[in-house]
């Protein structure tokens, strides 16, 4: 399992964590049922504190993307991600819109905007690296 972090980001290591497993899932690299490693390993592996990484697997515990078994490990949840609820896209609402809003006062089109967001899905559609 590859994963990016930027230790001089503002987003927190364990919401980046996050976000590169759900693009994995995303892009399918990380398949139904399969093990991610425990806990230790990954914090060793990509030199991050235990805790942190505990905190991520735990919010996707939570989220519904994971499953966490004392026997088994951590595995991605083996009936997929959740599906997009109306809870889900009422968040997805309350994120999206700051980040629109700030496109707007930076001059961005919608039609770039739009193109932008196509772009990014496709990437994720079809695996491709978003850093490209």
Do not use: W
């Not at 590859?2 to 980001?9: K, N, T, Y």
């Not at 690299?29 to 990484?53: F, M």
């Amino acid at each position: 399992m590859f994963i990016q972090l930027d230790f001089e980001s503002e987003i927190p290591i364990y919401e980046q964590l996050k976000d590169e497993i759900i693009i994995g899932i995303a892009k399918q690299q990380l398949l139904p049922g399969e093990r991610l490693p425990s806990v230790r390993a990954l914090a060793s592996d990509i030199g991050i504190n235990l805790h942190t990484v505990n905190k991520a697997y735990q919010q996707l515990k939570q989220e519904g993307f994971l499953l966490i078994h004392r026997q088994r490990g951590v595995v991605i949840h083996p009936d997929g991600a959740p599906k997009a609820d109306e809870h889900y896209q009422k968040k997805l609402h309350t994120t999206l819109r700051p980040m629109i809003a700030e496109s707007m006062c930076r001059d961005m089109s919608k039609a770039d905007y739009l193109l932008l967001v196509e772009s990014i899905y496709n990437e994720l559609q079809h695996g491709g690296d978003s850093n490209e």
